[in-house]
């Protein structure tokens, strides 16, 4: 009997392929996994590519395949990046159908501000994600994924909530992308100025930016019959 690999020897980084295989500036890529999962953790946003080959025509004639993107929300379990949506919706029908998708997720840490126009750039850290998708259909792990949901966008959450009932698991599709056909891409640090440009009279450096909570507001209506209630 073949056992099952342990933690230790999980790879630490996923194989090279032409499409994950870094074409500008190798050096900021990286198909570490430690990374790639950190960054799919923290994003908030990851943005879904597809083709949608039953777009029909002005004139209502026969689908034709035409590019999609879409954003969502990502969260992961595991070795494997999941998003989910309405069962009806086009994004999830089609990749349901077997359809390959193309997901990216950014985040963006400041600007960099160089002496010289050309040198601006961002500083930033993103994957690119490469797969067929598989239906989360079980109950209880479709469920335990909806969880995982709620525990990315406030950890405690999944516990406190009403859990879904039976029309609105129906009405979820939960889809899951193994994580093994993927690359980060990532740029840290000060400007890179040419020698020349090293005197210019203009302030360089970094203007670190952050995606933070602000001060939660209550919804209204539960202010209200707070109020009543009292």
């Not at 996923?14 to 050096?27: A, E, S």
């Not at 961002?122 to 949901?149: H, I, Q, T």
């Not at 193994?178 to 203007?207: C, F, L, N, T, Y």
Request: charged share 25%; glycine share 8%; net charge neutral.
């Amino acid at each position: 009997m073949t056992s099952l690999p342990t933690a230790s020897e999980s790879p630490t980084a996923l194989p090279q392929t032409p499409r994950t295989r870094p074409v500008r500036l190798g050096d900021r890529g990286s198909h570490e996994v430690a990374l790639i999962h950190a960054i799919i953790d923290e994003a908030p946003i990851c943005h879904v590519g597809f083709v949608d080959d039953a777009i029909k025509g002005q004139s209502g004639g026969h689908g034709t395949p035409s590019p999609m993107v879409i954003p969502t929300i990502p969260w992961r379990v595991g070795d494997e990046l999941l998003i989910h949506g309405a069962s009806s919706s086009r994004m999830i029908r089609r990749l349901q159908e077997g359809g390959e998708a193309c997901i990216t997720l950014s985040l963006i840490d400041g600007w960099v501000l160089a002496r010289s126009a050309f040198h601006h750039s961002v500083n930033y850290r993103s994957v690119m994600l490469f797969g067929r998708p598989r239906l989360v259909s079980e109950e209880v792990e479709k469920r335990a994924a909806l969880d995982a949901l709620m525990e990315k966008i406030e950890p405690g959450r999944s516990a406190k909530v009403r859990a879904p009932n039976a029309q609105e698991l129906k009405a979820t599709s939960v889809l899951a992308f193994p994580i093994a056909e993927a690359s980060a891409k990532r740029r840290s640090g000060p400007p890179g100025d040419d020698p020349e440009d090293m005197d210019h009279p203009v302030w360089a450096g970094v203007v670190p930016l952050r995606l933070t909570a602000g001060e939660p507001e209550q919804d209204p209506a539960q202010i209200a019959r707070q109020k009543s209630a009292g």
